[in-house]
Each structure stands twice: as C-alpha cells, then as structure tokens.
C-alpha cells in the first residue's frame, strides 16, 4: 500500500534541489524595459529556403498576427518588431506581476510557447500551400530576454531595422524590388489597438510621449 507523501516529504526531499533551480531563477530588473527576442527554429536554413516569395510574404503575415497576440497577451507590451522569422516585443520592466516577476525562464517559456502555438494557428486558418510537410509540425521559436536601458530603446529598433535591410544583401537581391515588408519588416505600434506599420523608420525616432505609455513613431515618414 502507498504511503501517503505529505507536503513536509516532498519539501524535506526536495531541499536538495531548491538551491540549483534558484541559481538559475534570473530576473531582470524592473527599472528598465525588457526586450524578449524571438527565432524561428532553422525557418530560414531549412523550411523556408527553397518557397516562393508569394509563400514567405504569406507565413510573414502569420509572424506578424502571431507577434500582436503576443502584445495583447503581455500587458506590459509597449512596442514591437518582426522581420524574416525575427520577432522583438519590448516590455516595461515594472510591471513586475504581469511579467511573472520578470523571471527571465518565465518570460522566454511563455513568450515562446504563445507565438509558436498563434503562428501555427495562423498557418493552418490561411491553409497555406507550397510549405515543406513537416514545417507545421516543427515551427517553434526560440527566445532570449534581457534589459534594455531606456535611453536605447530606439537605437535597440534602428538595429533590429537594420538587420533586416542586412538580410537582402546577404541574400544578394536588388533592394529597390523588393517589397516593403522585406525592406522594412512590421512594426507594431499601438494607437486604440495594435496596428502595423512598415515603413524605413530608421531617420525617425521612437519616444513616449507623457500622455501614454506606447511607444510612437514620430518623424518625417510618419
């Protein structure tokens, strides 16, 4: 017959293991914002390599619904960034609750886990034709988390801009005949609701004005 394992047993057993899971229990401080950066998973070195642009316009789509559910499940969600299978949502840093206490695994877990399960979501809704068979069932993203200081934050999206003008280059293509949302990727900014711009806002800035917590865009291409 099992012996009933009460909570002083499981707690008394596990004492052992408490110190090794806190030292890798990291939270981010809440003084700054918190960029979580997300990957897809050998999207571009394998899945997506040999598709026609028609189809990356149509999965980039889905990155980018996938990347605004992911804004409106973070409340703390202030702007964000996708471009190739890139996708950056910043998040302010003292909103310690609605960011699981800032825990970096907690962060990364569930960031990850959201856009996976919305982006593969979004594949199926649009039933998108000319995808390797085996995508779906391994479009996953890996994600990291860090601080960011809030004086950079607009130089943190000018980069990432910039790493997606750096993609056509790498892929040796004409820049001008490339679309907006190749040059440029989404960005995500919200106004009442989540809404997607993409434009070259590498001359602009993005601030926070006093009268909101967003993050806007202002500048001459605004």
């Not at 390599?49 to 973070?74: G, H, Y």
């Not at 919200?190 to 434009?199: E, L, M, Q, T």
Request: hydrophobic residues 40%; positive net charge; proline residues 2%.
């Amino acid at each position: 017959m099992q012996k009933k394992v009460t909570r002083f047993d499981y707690t008394k057993s596990g004492e052992k293991f408490f110190p090794l899971i806190r030292e890798a229990d990291i939270i981010l401080r809440s003084d700054e914002y918190i960029v979580i950066h997300l990957d897809g998973v050998k999207f571009t070195s394998r899945y997506l390599k040999a598709v026609d642009r028609s189809i990356k316009k149509q999965v980039f789509e889905c990155l980018t619904t996938a990347a605004i559910e992911l804004c409106n499940f973070f409340k703390s969600s202030r702007v964000a960034y996708v471009y190739g299978d890139e996708a950056s949502i910043l998040l302010q840093g003292d909103f310690v609750k609605e960011n699981y206490h800032n825990r970096i695994q907690k962060l990364c877990s569930i960031a990850s886990s959201i856009l996976s399960v919305n982006f593969l979501n979004q594949l199926i809704v649009r039933g998108i034709d000319g995808l390797p068979t085996d995508f779906k069932t391994n479009c996953f993203f890996a994600a990291k988390a860090h601080n960011i200081p809030n004086d950079i934050v607009n130089d943190y999206f000018k980069w990432r801009l910039m790493g997606c003008k750096k993609l056509i280059f790498d892929k040796k293509e004409q820049f001008d005949k490339c679309e907006d949302w190749e040059k440029f990727g989404h960005l995500i900014i919200f106004d009442n609701d989540w809404k997607v711009i993409s434009i070259d806002f590498y001359n602009d800035k993005l601030v926070k004005t006093p009268q909101s917590e967003y993050f806007k865009l202002k500048g001459d291409n605004v």
